[in-house]
Each structure stands twice: as C-alpha cells, then as structure tokens.
C-alpha cells in the first residue's frame, strides 16, 4: 500500500517569510496530491490539490509542485500571515487516501 | 446549510459499551469515509463506502461495524469500546472517489474511560 512521510513536523515562520512542507510517497500508482490544513479543534479542508499530470499549481500565496520520476512533492506558502497557523497534511491517492504524519505550522507575529 | 454533519460531537463512554456515531452528507455524493485521527494527529481511513457497498475495509477491528442505510448516510456503530479507541473520528464524502476533494464532518471526540 501508499506510505507517504512528510517533513517536517514542526516548522515555525515569521509573518511574511515563506514556509515550504515536502512529502515522500512510495506507490508509482499514485495520481492524486491533496493538501490538507486542519485548524485546532476544526475539521481538516482541502486547500490545494495535484494530479499526477501537471508538475505545478498555483493558488494565490499557496503553490503545490510534484516530481513523480523522485515521488516528491511539497506545498509552498509565502507571505505567512497568523492566520496560515494549522496543522497541514499532504496525502497520495491510488484508491484510498494516504495522509502523512502533519506539519505543525506557527506563525510567529 | 451544512454539507457533512456527524453525530454527537462529544461521546465519553465507559469501557465495554456499545456506542454508534451518525453521519449525513447533502452533497449528493457516491462516496463517503470514516477517519480515525490519534492523539498524535494521525489521519487513518478505517472505511469507505461506495453507492452503500463496502469498498474499503483496513485491518479495522471487527467491534467496528460500519452501515450505510442510503448512500447520503454512514453510521458507525463500536462494540465492546477499549481505552485505545479514544479518537475523534471524522466523516468524509467526495463525488467520485479516493481522486477527488473530501469534504469533512466536524469530527466526533470518542473518549473511553
């Protein structure tokens, strides 16, 4: 089955600089790259996704890229601001979703 | 208004009880999940259902018994509770599938004592 690592598990930003997530992922199978942020006590939320057929995406501040020949991919978030402070979770789909273990991101203010 | 809701959201129980939680989703969705997420935040999937057919059932114990009366409804009904089975479990649905966004429900706190 799908097993995907994510680094790292903390990771604390000053307001305005970027923060960069990376996850691993093992099945070659895999074609879908969700990412997750889930707020303390909230449900987690989609904030960006990318399927295995394009090497970038970009939404506002957040931008997803993957490198399937390496099984990589990270989320990149800049222009930090206190409100981005979540827990953030990379998954891999073939069948099923597969979550890495969470970044536990703070905004320092 | 609310896509995916789950009931109750808070259940303290005593080991060796019986105990289900209820979930709805108003989204028109195939496909709906149940989460399991540990102490430590882990996201594991314990189930998925398809149109009320079982399409995914990970090494869950067989205490946890899943039902989907209809596919806008999954319940998940725990024999038997453990102290390990403290969690909050998260409710899921999505359109077409694993390959596609999950809308959560807010999650029910289990804590068995």
């Known amino acids: 089955g799908e097993n995907v690592e994510q680094h790292p598990s903390t990771l604390s930003v000053q307001e305005g600089d970027s923060a960069v997530i990376k996850c691993t992922y093992s099945d070659s199978a895999s074609n879908y790259f969700p990412w997750y942020k889930q707020e303390l006590g909230k449900r987690p939320q989609l904030i960006i996704d990318i399927r295995s057929n394009v090497g970038e995406k970009k939404d506002q501040r957040i931008a997803v890229t993957l490198n399937k020949t390496a099984k990589h991919f990270s989320l990149h978030i800049t222009e930090t601001q206190p409100e981005d402070s979540a827990v953030y979770f990379c998954a891999a789909t073939d069948y099923k979703l597969s979550f890495g273990a969470g970044t536990t991101v703070t905004v320092r203010a | 208004d609310t896509a995916v809701s789950q009931t109750p959201k808070y259940l303290v129980t005593q080991m060796g009880n019986d105990k289900s939680i209820k979930c709805e989703q108003n989204l028109g969705h195939d496909t709906m999940y149940w989460y399991k997420q540990d102490s430590k935040k882990f996201l594991k999937i314990m189930f998925s259902y398809n149109n009320k057919e079982l399409i995914i059932n990970e090494t869950v114990p067989n205490r946890f018994s899943p039902k989907s009366p209809d596919k806008a409804h999954l319940n998940l009904h725990i024999n038997s509770l453990e102290l390990g089975d403290s969690a909050v479990y998260f409710c899921?649905?999505?359109?077409?599938?694993?390959?596609?966004?999950?809308?959560f429900g807010p999650g029910t706190r289990l804590t068995v004592t």
């Open positions: 899921a649905s999505s359109g077409h599938g694993s390959s596609y966004e999950q809308y």
